[in-house]
């Protein structure tokens, strides 16, 4: 079958490689219909990943048809249409239990897919621990509307649910990419007083504003002083870093007022510093760290219920054999692209 390798540093490139197959009862086959690009993809890409094995093929965001099940899979069964979640997970470790998914203590734990073993840039992909990591896609919703759930909606999901957003509050989100815009699709549903944010991508910018037209936008160079003049008490109440840059992990602290929570979302690419002088007496909660996706079922019932809707965000299709030209378009944020579905 025909796949999207991480072949060393700087290179990916198609490889011909078997199906896979059952190696665990618990997994299933699963015959991928869409995949998708991440900015963590990038990541690998550019060596930012260090648990990444090379030779393994790419893509953690997919959606399917159940091929085939192991003998103790129960949840899903053959022809059965699923999201995938980008964690794998156990669901019987200390940290499963607690629902800590991206925390779990089994070898294939965690971020796994795409990453440590074979991920679903591919026409088939073996999920481990099928029972926790597929989801039913409901009858009335298309391969399109669930593509985002097993990733970037989940992380928006997980981040608004860690950010204890009230009807109260100005939240600002640093970064209005797809995992930026996915967390401002999952805040709406928390009714905030005020959501502002902070992109510097005039195209981006101009995506938040057709789309979401009660939300304010602005650039970093003016997030501070827009932030302080748009709320009530010397900052934002709750701050989502969701861009990755040393200057937006500063501007998300700097924005946020006395006891607010900053909640940490990006993935970045070298150590941060945290100015503890600087913020003294300030009493900040920071909360931080991977997704964690044991949310997916409730968020396709949300997409069900047509309360969120993820698919205006997919702005570009090819097939799977021509995705190192969506590669090229979106790492390099070409086209206005927001995300890119990969028919397989």
Same mark, same amino acid.
């Given at each position: 079958?025909?796949?999207?390798?991480? !072949?060393?540093?700087? /290179?990916? +490139?198609?490889?011909? $490689?078997?199906?896979?197959?059952? *190696?665990?009862? @618990?997994?299933?086959?699963?015959?991928?219909?869409?995949?998708?690009?991440?900015?963590?993809?990038?990541?690998?890409?550019?060596?930012?990943?260090?648990?990444?094995?090379?030779?393994?093929?790419?893509?953690?965001?997919?959606?399917?048809?159940?091929?085939?099940?192991?003998?103790?899979?129960?949840?899903?069964?053959?022809?059965?249409?699923?999201?995938?979640?980008?964690?794998?997970?156990?669901?019987?470790?200390?940290?499963? !239990?607690?629902?800590? /998914?991206? +925390?779990?203590?089994? $070898?294939?734990?965690?971020?796994? *897919?795409?990453? @440590?073993?074979?991920?679903?840039?591919?026409?088939?992909?073996?999920?481990?621990?099928?029972?926790?990591?597929?989801?039913?896609?409901?009858?009335?919703?298309?391969?399109?509307?669930?593509?985002?759930v097993g990733d970037v909606l989940a992380t928006g999901f997980w981040a608004t649910r860690i950010s204890e957003i009230t009807e109260d509050d100005t939240?600002?989100?640093?970064?209005?990419?797809?995992?930026?815009?996915?967390?401002?699709?999952?805040?709406?549903?928390?009714?905030?007083?005020?959501?502002?944010?902070?992109?510097?991508?005039?195209?981006?910018?101009?995506?938040?504003?057709?789309?979401?037209?009660?939300?304010?936008?602005?650039?970093?160079?003016?997030?501070?002083?827009?932030?302080?003049?748009?709320?009530?008490?010397?900052?934002?109440d709750v701050v989502l870093e969701v861009a990755g840059a040393d200057s937006t992990f500063r501007l998300a602290y700097e924005c946020a007022r006395p006891?607010?929570?900053?909640?940490?979302?990006?993935?970045?690419?070298?150590?941060?510093?945290?100015?503890?002088?600087?913020?003294?007496?300030?009493?900040?909660?920071?909360?931080?760290?991977?997704?964690?996706?044991?949310?997916?079922?409730?968020?396709?019932?949300?997409?069900?219920?047509?309360?969120?809707?993820?698919?205006?965000?997919?702005?570009?299709?090819?097939?799977?054999?021509?995705?190192?030209?969506?590669?090229?378009?979106?790492?390099?944020?070409?086209?206005?692209?927001?995300?890119?579905?990969?028919?397989?």
């Amino acid at each position: 079958m025909l796949t999207y390798t991480y !072949k060393s540093k700087g /290179v990916f +490139n198609f490889q011909e $490689k078997p199906k896979p197959e059952i *190696l665990h009862e @618990r997994d299933a086959i699963v015959k991928v219909t869409l995949a998708s690009v991440c900015s963590s993809d990038i990541h690998i890409k550019h060596g930012s990943v260090p648990r990444a094995v090379e030779g393994i093929t790419v893509g953690h965001e997919m959606v399917g048809i159940v091929e085939e099940t192991g003998s103790a899979v129960t949840h899903v069964k053959k022809g059965d249409r699923v999201t995938v979640n980008v964690e794998t997970f156990c669901g019987d470790c200390f940290f499963c !239990k607690k629902g800590f /998914v991206n +925390n779990c203590t089994d $070898k294939n734990g965690g971020w796994a *897919l795409g990453c @440590r073993i074979d991920g679903g840039q591919a026409e088939y992909v073996r999920v481990p621990f099928a029972d926790q990591g597929l989801n039913k896609i409901p009858d009335t919703v298309t391969d399109r509307q669930a593509l985002l759930v097993g990733d970037v909606l989940a992380t928006g999901f997980w981040a608004t649910r860690i950010s204890e957003i009230t009807e109260d509050d100005t939240v600002l989100i640093i970064g209005a990419g797809p995992t930026g815009i996915c967390t401002l699709l999952c805040i709406e549903l928390r009714n905030p007083k005020k959501i502002i944010v902070c992109e510097t991508d005039p195209n981006r910018i101009e995506f938040v504003n057709k789309n979401y037209p009660d939300v304010l936008t602005v650039t970093p160079d003016k997030c501070l002083d827009f932030v302080m003049s748009q709320s009530d008490n010397g900052g934002a109440d709750v701050v989502l870093e969701v861009a990755g840059a040393d200057s937006t992990f500063r501007l998300a602290y700097e924005c946020a007022r006395p006891n607010a929570i900053v909640t940490v979302v990006a993935l970045y690419d070298k150590p941060q510093t945290l100015p503890l002088p600087d913020m003294y007496g300030k009493n900040l909660t920071f909360k931080t760290g991977g997704v964690d996706g044991c949310d997916c079922d409730e968020v396709l019932k949300l997409i069900e219920a047509g309360k969120i809707n993820t698919e205006p965000l997919i702005t570009h299709t090819f097939p799977l054999n021509e995705i190192d030209k969506a590669y090229h378009i979106f790492e390099n944020k070409l086209d206005k692209v927001i995300k890119i579905a990969i028919e397989c």
